[in-house]
């Protein structure tokens, strides 16, 4: 029989380069301390994971909205703040989490779709929020307003550019 490392399905999200340090710091300033941080050791994302049982809707809203007044207040921004969220398989690795989700949240803020969706020409976005597809539907189906999201289906996901008027 096989030796399989010890894993689990949880709620991956991940914001892109550019931004350093601004999921750490929602996650320290606006109380998400329930959640798992880590960086990439590449240092070109940052992650945070959620344990399993906590309420995803409620959980991805938050940030969501957290986010976004974190971008609004952000100077400088040449581009919008791109995260992403997606529930995956995830294990200890070294000091860290990551494995599958981690793997398909990082390859979701670089997939060329999704960048040039989010990084359209004259669009006033802050903030970029990419969801995988399965997800987006689960949240869909928990009450999620589908209003704004764009499905992108070459990078099996859904998008939303917020500027910066107040998150719905």
């Known amino acids: 029989m ?27 300033s606006e109380g998400f301390y329930r959640l798992y941080f880590n960086s990439d050791p590449a240092g070109d994302v940052e992650f945070a994971f959620a344990a399993p049982g906590l309420d995803e809707m409620g959980l991805v809203t938050d940030l969501i909205a957290a986010l976004h007044r974190k971008a609004m ?16 398989i995830t294990k200890v690795i070294g000091d ?22 989010s990084e359209r020409a004259g669009s006033p976005a802050l903030l970029a929020v990419a969801v995988t597809s399965g997800l987006f539907e689960d949240l869909r189906a928990e009450g999620l307003p589908d209003h704004g999201w764009q499905s992108i289906p070459a990078a099996g996901a859904w998008l939303k550019l917020f500027d910066s008027a107040p998150a719905e």
Request: proline share 6%.
């Open 2 to 28: 096989a030796e399989y490392e010890p894993a689990v399905r949880r709620l991956c999200i991940a914001t892109a380069a550019g931004t350093p340090g601004l999921l750490a710091g929602i996650l320290q």
């Open 73 to 88: 207040m952000a100077t400088g921004l040449s581009r919008p703040v791109l995260a992403g969220f997606h529930v995956g």
């Open 96 to 117: 860290g989490l990551g494995g599958a989700g981690a793997d398909r949240i990082r390859a979701l803020l670089q997939d060329p779709a999704i960048r040039t969706a």
